[in-house]
Each structure stands twice: as C-alpha cells, then as structure tokens.
C-alpha cells in the first residue's frame, strides 16, 4: 500500500522539527519553512552555508592562536639587553683570582655580578613573553637551591627575586678558615658547572628568546668575549695531572679549521637537487672534527680534553640522526662517512642538524670554540672567523653560524 501525501507531510514535519527545531506538525508556516530548509538541504545551499561559517570559525581560530603565539615569542629589547650584560658578567667570572688576598677585585666583581642578575630578573619578570619569563623563573629556582652557599658568602635573596650583597659579610667569609682561597666562592662562580657558568647559560636563552633568535655570542650581540682566561698560577695539585694552563697550538688550530668547516655547511644552501656539494662540504666536516679529537686526545692541557669530551658527548648523542645520513659513530668517537648512503638520504636530515637555534651546528660550534679558547688560554674564534663563502674576515665579525642560523 502507497504511503498518503498526509502521512508524507506530517513524517517531514516530525522528522525535521526534531532535527531544525522547526514549528509544530499543525503549523502550515512551520511547515512552509520546514520544506524551504529540506530544499536548501537539497541544493546545497544549506552546505555552503555551514562550509562558511566553519571557515570562518577556523580563520577567528586561527587569528587568536597568532595573537597568542605573538605574546608568546614578543620581542623584548630590555630583557636581551639585561641578559647580554648578565651574560658577559657571569662569563667572566671564571678567570678571577679567587685567592684570600684578591678580595677587594672579588667584591667589585660578584657586586656587579648581583647588581647584573637583578636587571636581568627585573625586566625578564615584566616581559610579554611568556617563554622569557619561564626562562627567568628556572634562574630564580637555581638561584634559590644555592641559597645556603650565597648566604656563606653574604648574599641574601630579597622577597621580590633580587639579591642583596652585604659587604662586611663577604669580605670576612676566609676568615675562620684562614685557607689560601675561598673555596666557597670558586664552587659559585669557577669552573664549568658552577652556578655562575650555568646562569650565563640561562642568559643566552633568554636573549635568544627575546631577541630575534641569535646567540649571544654573535655580532649583533655585540659581544666576543671568552668565557675568561685561566689564571697562569690555576696547576692541579698533582704532577701526573695535565695541567689547565698549557697551551695548546694543535689543538687550537684543528678547532679553527673545524669551526671554518661547521660555518661553511650551515651557510650552504643544502638540498636534494645538489648532493654532490652537500656531500662535499659534510665530509669536509667529518675530517676536520676527526682530526680534532685525534689532536685533543694528546693535548697536555686538562681543560681542552674535558671540551673534548663533552663535543664528543654531543656527537653520540645524535648518533641517530647521523645514521639516517649514512654517517657513522665509532666506537672513538670519530666519525665516519658513506658516499653512496650519504647520497642515497634526505638532505632535510642535513638541514635538521645545521639548522636554526639550538641547533646541533650551534652547540658544536659553542663546544668547538670553547677547545679553542682553553687551548690558546681565552682567545675567541668569534674574533677571527670566516665568511660564508670560505674567505676571511675581519676580527669582531661575529660567527656566521651565530648570525645565519
């Protein structure tokens, strides 16, 4: 039996007023706007509809998400310009005489140091971005779980996340002790992993962050200073030790040759339509970083084996990322390279590595320099590098992979 024009009617009216919210199954206007709203299904023009209102939800989306993002990454001079500052202070700390009869050069210098964190804190927690005020809070933290050892020495941290400095206090912190040194203060401010290199570690972040993305360390930066020369006098104790101080000349040179080599690849323009070139110039760079661990192995100064050590951390801890490249880790911790594999993969994986901020390119090329630095005893290749085509350029350039990544 055929289903009635009625039965039709009134099933399209249950069925859409429960779908459209139209008016009730007695309502010939709810029926009329029911059937319009059933041919606009129909036509597509109810789909069109819907298509631009999402689009346009999408697009509001969307715009907020930069807006956020913006707040997020805003550029914020006064905290570059206090981070740089901090930076440089913190930096160096590590070439001061930190014996017993130095402390008036010792309170000048952890002053400043003080008065440098507090700008640093100061214009970091008033910051739009979000990124530079994390970065701040995780200096705050490390600065308070040094508390005990600040206080030995007289420094106090004020309610507001400053630090305050009472002069008497420090200057009769050896006091008791009667010792050669203040081995309170070289735990703070001495050696790598001391609270004054870690915060200047911090404070490169924090200018990356809230400038336009470079190192600290480059050109724009407007600072080529080292980390600070070790004091002639800085012997370990024992003979069979090597000492900190030697200096080094085939060391210094292969570091100088390796940072050429890092400089060139990360100017490159890198991609799969010229492999050749790529191949070319990471090979280069294999050779290079091989022929300086081969020379720091036999180096007479402690510091540049320790860099050496840690550079040779960094490589294995991209082991992965080098294998997908044909490239391989030895069991030295040289390096060693497959033309054919190498060929054969994505040069995206090149770009990956030598890359942006952060980067693996930049933390070799900090690590690369700082060999140098020991092994000519403070020296910086950032005041003699080179241009991206190879040549050389004048001193204070700043370092290309500084300024190009």
Request: proline share 0%; no cysteine.
């Amino acid at each position: 039996m055929g289903i009635g024009l009625n039965g039709l009617n009134s099933g399209m009216t249950d069925t859409y007023s429960a779908l459209l919210g139209g008016g009730g199954s007695g309502s010939g206007d709810g029926m009329s706007s029911l059937l319009a709203d059933y041919a606009s299904i129909k036509n597509g023009s109810y789909g069109k509809m819907m298509k631009s209102y999402y689009s346009k939800m999408k697009e509001e989306g969307a715009e907020g998400s930069s807006k956020s993002d913006s707040k997020k990454k805003a550029a914020d001079p006064a905290s570059a310009s206090a981070a740089r500052k901090f930076y440089e202070t913190a930096s160096g700390m590590n070439g001061l005489n930190y014996s017993a009869d130095n402390m008036d050069e010792l309170y000048d210098k952890v002053s400043a140091f003080v008065k440098d964190y507090n700008s640093l804190i100061k214009s970091a927690s008033k910051s739009e971005s979000s990124e530079v005020k994390a970065q701040a809070d995780a200096l705050n933290d490390y600065t308070y779980q040094n508390y005990k050892l600040f206080a030995k020495i007289g420094i106090t941290m004020n309610s507001d996340r400053t630090l305050s400095i009472d002069e008497d206090t420090f200057r009769k912190v050896n006091e008791k002790t009667g010792a050669t040194n203040v081995p309170t203060m070289m735990t703070l401010f001495k050696g790598l992993g001391s609270f004054a290199d870690k915060s200047a570690d911090r404070a490169s972040k924090i200018y990356r962050l809230a400038g336009e993305g470079e190192s600290v360390t480059s050109s724009k930066a407007k600072y080529a200073g080292s980390m600070g020369s070790v004091s002639s006098t800085d012997k370990t104790d024992s003979d069979k030790e090597t000492s900190k101080t030697a200096k080094d000349a085939a060391s210094a040179t292969a570091a100088s040759t390796l940072y050429r080599s890092i400089e060139k690849l990360g100017a490159a323009s890198v991609s799969n339509s010229d492999k050749d070139s790529a191949y070319d110039l990471f090979s280069a760079l294999v050779k290079d970083y091989n022929d300086l661990i081969k020379k720091t192995k036999d180096s007479e100064n402690s510091n540049v084996i320790k860099q050496a050590d840690y550079l040779k951390s960094l490589v294995s801890g991209n082991k992965s990322a080098f294998s997908r490249m044909g490239v391989t880790v030895n069991s030295d911790k040289t390096l060693a390279i497959d033309e054919d594999k190498f060929k054969e993969s994505d040069m995206g994986n090149v770009k990956n590595l030598f890359t942006g901020a952060y980067s693996f390119a930049e933390k070799m090329t900090d690590r690369v320099n700082q060999i140098y630095r020991y092994a000519t005893q403070g020296k910086s290749l950032s005041t003699q590098t080179y241009t991206s085509q190879g040549s050389y350029s004048a001193a204070n350039a700043g370092s290309t992979v500084d300024t190009v990544m």
